[in-house]
């Protein structure tokens, strides 16, 4: 009897498990309230950076293309406030180590609305 129990809980858990992992990097915005894919260019215009490609994905428009440095680039876009979700650069040079990683973007709100991360003293 116990043996079945904890099949049950088991199989159960795991069929829940795919809603209960909603991804973080996930736009939820209604698409009345999206910004148009000219105003997604002009923002990575901005940025200095060259468009490639604007898709959308997970309900978030996705840019590739290279920044101002001359890397390659994966933005996650909100397509509300055209904030950035998610960024992943590479290198680019060609040293077989292709630099993946993930550019961490602080969350937007009131006390950080610069782009520049806050600087903390340990004493």
């Known amino acids: 009897m ?6 049950a809980a088991i199989l159960s858990s ?6 209960a ?4 990097d996930d736009c939820k915005v209604p698409m009345a309230q999206w910004q148009p894919r000219e105003a ?3 923002m990575a215009k901005t940025q200095g950076w060259t468009v490639r490609r604007i898709k959308i994905d ?5 840019i590739r293309g290279i920044d101002a440095d001359g890397r390659e680039i994966a933005v996650k876009i909100d397509p509300e406030s055209l904030a950035i979700v998610r960024m992943k650069q590479r290198n680019g040079r060609g040293d077989g180590d292709d630099g993946r990683r993930t550019v961490p973007v602080p969350p937007a709100n009131e006390i950080l609305k610069s782009p520049t991360p806050p600087k903390a003293e340990i004493q």
């Open 2 to 7: 116990k043996r079945t129990v904890l099949i």
């Open 14 to 19: 795991a069929l829940a498990s795919p809603v």
């Open 21 to 24: 992992l909603a991804r973080e």
């Open 40 to 42: 997604v260019e002009q």
């Open 58 to 62: 997970d309900g978030c428009y996705q």
